[in-house]
């Protein structure tokens, strides 16, 4: 049985928002549903559900579809890309590796 997820408002936005600049850059640049699936690897049906802003599809599969057509999802200038993943991996290696809630009971037995 399939699972039903559901997602917030700004998700939905945000993939509605996304798969129109997809299915926008793809018609700007002459090319079909078919090419554009088939150049991703995916099924027609995949590519018209993240043209139709559902969510479901993989996060990885999405983003190479909107390489494909050009869609830009961070900063345009590459330099800029590589010291924002440098921050975030000095940030990370700083944050604790995992979060961890104890369940410690508090000795106050003196």
Do not use: C
Not at 38 to 46: H, L, Q
Not at 47 to 67: Q, T
Request: proline share 1%; glycine share 8%; net charge positive.
């Amino acid at each position: 049985m399939k699972r039903i997820r559901s997602y917030s408002r700004m998700t939905k936005q945000a993939l509605s928002i996304l798969g129109k600049l997809i299915r926008a850059n793809r018609l700007e640049r002459g090319m079909t549903a078919v090419e554009l699936s088939e150049r991703a690897g995916i099924s027609r049906k995949t590519l018209r559900a993240i043209e139709n802003g559902e969510g479901g599809s993989e996060v990885g599969v999405v983003f190479e579809v909107a390489a494909l057509v050009g869609v830009r999802l961070f900063d345009a200038d590459d330099k800029i890309l590589a010291l924002q993943e440098a921050r975030l991996d000095e940030k990370l290696t700083l944050l604790p590796k995992s979060v961890r809630h104890g369940k410690q009971e508090v000795d106050d037995d003196f």
